[in-house]
Structures are given as C-alpha cells and as structure tokens.
T-cell receptor
C-alpha cells in the first residue's frame, strides 16, 4: 500500500451505534488530519495531530473522538451521532504540521447516519 | 462566512483550449495558496501551490496566478485534456489548517 488509506470506504450507522474510522499513512509523515465534507459545503478541518499529540481541535462535538496511537495511524471514534453528521470524512497527512506543508489525502469514508 | 470562494460551480471546455478556474479569498493574512484536484471516489490530490511573495507559479500545463490586491487567484490549464475533468479545489493555508473553497467541476470534452 502506498499513500494514505482509509477504511471503511462506506459506513451506515444508527444514532445509537459506536463505530470507528481508520486512517493509515505510508509516507513517513509526522502530522495527520481529519477533515469533514458535508453536502454543498467546503472541506472543514476537524483535528490535527503531530507526532501523536493533538495540536488542533476545531470546536468539534465530543461525539467525535480522535485517537492517534502512532504517527502512521489515526482513528476517529464515533458515538451517538446525528443525521446531520452524515458526510465524507477525509484523512490527510503531511511531513510536519506547519505552514507550507503539502497535505496528502486519503480517499475518504462516506458516512450515513440514520 | 466563507473565507475562500469559488463562485463557479462548473466549467465546460473543449479539449486543447484553455481552462481558467477562479478563486477569491477574504483574509489578507493568507500567504500560501494551493490547488487540489479530485476525481470521484478518490481523495483530493495536490496540484500546484503559490506563495504570496510570487504572482505566478508554473508547472507544466498548470499555471497559478495570484493577485494580492484583488485577493484573487486563478488556475490556468493549457492545453486542456479530457483527463483533466475533475473537481478543482482552491485552498488557503492558515497555520496548520487548509481553508477550502467549495470546488469547481471542470469538464473537458474531446
């Protein structure tokens, strides 16, 4: 595998379910990101991790819980989501978290909350 | 309020002609801009970037122009090819975050 991979690619869950999204980067990068893209809206940054430490949390509700066990893996744990959380969730990585760093994206997980 | 705007949701161009995709931003503190391309069922892929100290950056068929006084940038693709058909996102870097526009869908017909 090369680049940034995400699993699952599609997920349907009820509002009482608990599920997790997984992201893995094979680029040797130190920074990883979660973005959300809702219908007819631009991509919005959710979380930034640098060397497994969370460095940014963009006022995301606590029903989204990120976890970064090492610099290659990033998870997004989901619980008691709402239908309006249905969106495309994209993971990205970059060499470092600073400016001028190109971010490389995974293919995304399409989430539907019923 | 959106800080990065792509006011044209779609653009259709014939193969071999020039494609011009436009982007406006509101925050004069933005100093680094990127264009990403996205095919269906794939994540965005980096295309080209420009720093605010420049007004032009070129990479093969792709050229990005930056007009800081107008807070406007544009991506020129010449000549356009059918494989260029995709959604193009403009983004501005703000610290660790990328602020994206909504995207413009480019269709290149042969």
């Amino acid at each position: 595998e090369t680049g940034v991979t995400q699993t699952p690619r599609h997920l349907v869950m009820g509002m009482t379910n608990k599920k997790s999204l997984k992201c893995e980067q094979h680029l040797g990068h130190n920074a990883m990101y979660w973005y959300k893209q809702s219908a007819k809206k631009p991509l919005e940054l959710m979380f930034v991790y640098s060397l497994e430490e969370r460095v940014e949390n963009n006022s995301v509700p606590s029903r989204f819980s990120p976890e970064c066990p090492n610099s290659s893996h990033l998870f997004l744990h989901l619980h008691t989501l709402q239908p309006e959380d249905s969106a495309l969730y994209l993971c990205a990585s970059s060499q470092d978290p600073g400016p001028r760093e190109t971010q490389y994206f995974g293919p995304g997980t399409r989430l539907l909350v019923l | 309020d959106q800080q990065v705007k792509q006011n044209s949701p779609s653009l259709s161009v014939q193969e071999g002609r020039i494609s011009i995709l436009n982007c406006d931003y509101t925050n004069s503190m933005f100093d680094y801009f990127l264009w990403y391309k996205k095919y269906p069922a794939e994540g965005p892929t980096f295309l080209i970037s420009i720093s605010s100290i420049k007004d032009k950056n070129e990479d093969g068929r792709f050229t990005v122009f930056l007009n800081k006084s107008a807070k406007h940038l544009s991506l020129h693709i010449v000549p356009s090819q059918p494989g260029d058909s995709a959604v193009y996102f403009c983004a501005a870097q703000a610290g660790t975050a990328l602020i994206f526009g909504k995207g413009t869908t480019l269709s290149v017909s042969s």
